[in-house]
């Protein structure tokens, strides 16, 4: 590993298969013209932890692959691209990283001043440079998608940057996280986590006699809290899981349920792809990593949809099949609403549920899982 480039992580790699599927979906949506005829006068992109633009291997980094599947995209005659329209947002801290990246966008892409979107490259911190570049380009009371993609380093503060973003109109943000990240903070920075959660009386040091897997999962559930406060009405957590590698987790924020329902197709496209996987980080005790493949065991219902199932008609001892499939949608990482049929026909095919009334299961039946189940 050099200091300026670096080797594509299988976790990366599968993370940007993500990606690339969300934002060809996002796109369209933001910029094609309405069925009323209404054009978003403008629409950013924001790549907080830009990277060099490239890997070891060759392989290009988002920024490269970003700009390349926006300017070649299937409906790009109907987004109407424009300069003072569509804006593209990288910033990078390391001046090495920095440099490459401006030489990479320029050697694949030409001069960017003569491209049909406006790219904008800025050497500097994240967590300084993100408000005052969204009100330099004017971005603010138009959609944002905002990346803090750091590996890791999950530096940005809550207030007042997640929270600007949150309460701007059709703003999303995806946020990631190493798995030790929180962990050598509570020791080492304290004040640091108390930026990321917005205040100390927000988060709690770990538990020492807990597990590790235990650990991220309080300190997964108390950054999603974090992005609720801030102001987003949904926010969902997941784990990217490698064929090989290390998992990376993160946190998809938006205030749309369009917006579920997009990250979640992007996901469905991909998933089991390359044997990669998107697991929910709450669920215990399922199936371990490679011995399911959702998309290829005919006839099968994922553990981990049962177990999410159970875990909510433990919290909430009657529901509908209605409440329950929109449950699956806002709450989980990757079950929709159509998922909740088949996990409370198992369910009750094996004697764990009651459905009411019997007979043929509706949206209003309702669900309540029996004792000991």
């Known amino acids: 590993m050099s200091d ?42 924001l790549d907080a932890f830009a990277g060099p633009g490239r890997y070891l291997g060759g392989e290009e980094g988002s920024p490269i692959f970003v700009l390349d599947r926006l300017l070649h995209h299937t409906a790009v005659e109907r987004m109407q691209l424009r300069r003072d329209r569509v804006r593209l947002i990288f910033t990078e801290n390391d001046r090495a990283r920095f440099e490459h990246l401006s030489a990479e966008l320029v050697a694949r892409f030409g001069d960017l001043d003569a491209l049909p979107v406006t790219v904008i490259v800025r050497h500097g911190d994240a967590a300084r440079l993100t408000i005052p570049l969204l009100s330099e380009f004017g971005a603010w009371l138009h959609p944002i998608l905002a990346v803090f993609d750091s590996w890791g380093n999950v530096n940005i503060p809550l207030s007042p940057v997640i929270t600007s973003i949150a309460r701007n109109q059709s703003s999303e943000v995806i946020v990631t996280f190493g798995p030790n990240w929180f962990s050598r903070r509570e020791g080492e920075d304290p004040d640091q986590l108390d930026d990321v959660f917005g205040g100390r ?55 749309h349920e369009s917006g579920v329902e997009a990250i979640k197709d992007a996901m469905w496209k991909v998933d089991g792809s390359d044997g990669m996987r998107f697991l929910d980080p709450r669920v215990r005790g399922a ?54 049929k088949g996990a409370v026909q198992h369910l009750h095919g094996e004697g764990q549920v009651v459905i009411e009334p019997s007979g043929r299961i509706t949206k209003a039946s309702t669900v309540r899982l029996l004792k000991g189940a």
């Open 4 to 45: 300026v480039l670096w080797e594509l992580q299988p976790a990366t790699a599968a993370k940007h298969q993500l990606y690339k599927r969300y934002l060809d979906a996002w796109w369209p949506i933001m910029l094609q013209p309405t069925q009323r005829g209404y054009l978003r006068p403008r629409v950013t992109y």
């Open 287 to 340: 199936v371990p990593i490679g011995q399911l493949d959702l998309f290829s065991s005919e006839g099968m219902v994922d553990p981990e949809l049962l177990e999410l199932v159970r875990q909510h008609l433990t919290d909430k001892p009657l529901t509908t099949l209605e409440e329950l499939g929109k449950w699956l949608l806002l709450e989980t990482a990757r079950w929709r609403a159509m998922h909740a």
């Open 201 to 255: 009386e927000f988060w709690s040091p770990s538990d020492p006699s807990q597990d590790t897997d235990e650990r991220w999962r309080n300190w997964l559930a108390t950054y999603r809290a974090a992005l609720r406060r801030a102001g987003f009405a949904h926010q969902l957590q997941f784990m990217v899981v490698p064929r090989t590698g290390q998992p990376l987790n993160l946190v998809f924020g938006t205030n």
